[in-house]
C-alpha cells in the first residue's frame, strides 16, 4: 500500500541555520507532491507545490526538491526564525490526498 | 482573504450519541474534505465528496460516519454512535478542483471529546 514518511518526528535547529526536512513515499509515483505548515490547533496551511519534472522549487526563504529516483522530497528553511517552529507536513498519495506524519521543527534563539 | 469555517471549535458528547459537525467551504470550491488528526498523531483523510456524492473515503470513514451537504453552502460529517476512540480534533477542507497539484484549504478545525 502507499506509504508516506517524514523521517523525523521532531527537528530542534538555532536561529539562523537551514532546516531540512525529509519526506519519503513507497509504493507509487506521485506527479505532484505538496508541502505544509500546521501550527498547535489549527488546520494545515498550503506552502508550496512541486511536480514531478521539476528538480527543485523555491518560495522566498523556502526550497523543495523532489527526486522521483529515491522517491524523497526535501524541504528547506533558510535563515530560520523563531516564527517558523510549527509542524510540517507533505502531502501526496495517488489522488493527493495522504499526510505524512510530519515533522516538529523547533528553532531555537 | 476567504476561508473555510467550521463550528463548532468544540464539541463535548457521550458515547454512542450523535454528534454533526459544520463546515462552510470557499464559496467557488466545488470538492470538499473531512480529515481527522488524535491528538499527537498524524491527519488522516476520512472522505472527499464532490457533485453531492462521496468521492473517496477511507478505511476509517465506515458506516458510522456520513458526509452531507444539505443546502449550498454547508457541508456536514455526522457520527451516528461516537465512541471514545472518534475523539479528535476534525478539519474540513475544500478546493477549487480535483487535480493532483489542487491545494487544499483548510478550517481550524472542531476538537470532538467524547466521553
Known amino acids: 500500500s502507499q506509504k508516506i514518511e517524514q523521517n523525523s518526528e521532531a527537528l530542534n535547529i538555532q536561529e539562523g541555520k537551514t532546516a531540512t526536512l525529509t519526506c519519503n513515499y513507497t509504493n507509487y509515483s506521485p506527479a505532484y507532491l505538496q508541502w505544509y505548515r500546521q501550527d498547535p490547533g489549527r488546520g494545515p496551511v498550503f506552502l508550496l507545490l512541486i511536480r514531478e519534472n521539476e528538480k527543485e522549487k523555491r518560495k522566498e526563504r523556502l526550497k523543495v526538491t523532489f527526486d522521483t529516483t529515491l522517491k524523497q522530497s526535501l524541504f528547506h528553511i533558510t535563515a530560520s526564525q523563531p516564527a517558523d517552529s510549527a509542524t510540517y507536513l507533505c502531502k501526496t498519495g495517488a489522488n493527493n490526498l495522504f499526510f505524512g506524519t510530519g515533522t516538529r521543527l523547533t528553532v531555537i534563539p | 482573504e476567504p476561508e473555510v469555517t467550521q463550528t463548532p471549535s468544540h464539541q463535548v458528547t457521550q458515547m454512542g450519541q450523535e454528534v454533526i459537525l459544520r463546515c462552510v467551504p470557499i464559496s467557488n470550491h466545488l470538492y470538499f474534505y473531512w480529515y481527522r488528526q488524535i491528538l499527537g498523531q498524524k491527519v488522516e483523510f476520512l472522505v472527499s465528496f464532490y457533485n453531492n456524492e462521496i468521492s473517496e473515503k477511507s478505511e476509517i470513514f465506515d458506516d458510522q460516519f456520513s458526509v452531507e451537504r444539505p443546502d449550498g453552502s454547508n457541508f456536514t460529517l455526522k457520527i451516528r454512535s461516537t465512541k471514545l476512540e472518534d475523539s479528535a480534533m476534525y478539519f474540513c477542507?475544500?478546493?477549487?478542483?480535483?487535480?493532483?497539484?489542487?491545494?487544499?484549504?483548510f478550517g481550524s478545525g472542531t476538537q470532538l471529546s467524547v466521553l
Open positions: 477542507a475544500s478546493s477549487e478542483d480535483r487535480a493532483a497539484n489542487e491545494k487544499l484549504f
